[in-house]
């Protein structure tokens, strides 16, 4: 009987220690846990960052592309300006002849009006874009609302659909043509 008493209290004892290595290596295994959510959180964190400052660099560069875009299309309209001023076109007028040489320096002015409408458009949709830069909605498509992608940001910084909806807008409009002259 006392072996059996005796044994009852090893098995007490050793079930006591039994339950304490458990709970100390559950502990143990949740420290760790813990501190890999609070690894994963400060990754997390600076993936976040390091987006954001990638984002940030994104619209710098956009800024760059779109202030040089606009710089060369002023420097574009000035030169044209210049030729008016300087008297390039007077020239033709003078020398002109008959209505052939009429009609050519016609088409010249026209051409000229015509380049610096387009100047003055774009500069426009330029300031535009500069302003959706800043207000963090630069690069998204007015109709669906979708990211404009950017190949399409980097060969026209100022547009201001998608590719899929521009299409759908001119394919639009020639019908409307088409429908007008029918």
């Known amino acids: ?35 890999k959510k609070r690894e994963l959180t400060a990754k997390t964190s600076e993936s976040k960052k390091l987006s954001e400052k990638s984002e940030q660099e994104r619209k710098a560069g956009l800024r760059r592309v779109l202030i040089k875009t606009r710089e060369e299309i002023v420097k574009e309209a000035k030169t044209e300006i210049s030729k008016y001023i300087k008297g390039e076109k007077r020239q033709l007028v003078e020398t002109a002849l008959d209505d052939g040489d ?23 949709k330029i300031d535009e874009a500069l302003r959706k830069l800043k207000e963090g ?23 201001i659909y998608c590719i899929d909806c521009k299409e759908k807008r001119e394919q639009l409009e020639e019908l409307e043509k088409k429908q007008g002259l029918m």
């Open 1 to 35: 009987m006392l072996n059996k008493k005796a044994e009852k209290k090893k098995i007490k004892k050793s079930g006591k220690q039994v339950i304490k290595t458990v709970a100390k290596k559950t502990t143990q295994k949740t420290k760790p846990k813990t501190s």
């Open 102 to 124: 009429w009609s050519v320096i016609d088409l010249s002015e026209d051409i000229s009006l015509k380049q610096l409408s387009t100047h003055r458009e774009n500069l426009l």
């Open 137 to 159: 909605t630069y690069g998204k498509c007015e109709d669906c609302g979708e990211e404009i992608s950017e190949k399409r940001l980097k060969v026209m910084p100022f547009a």
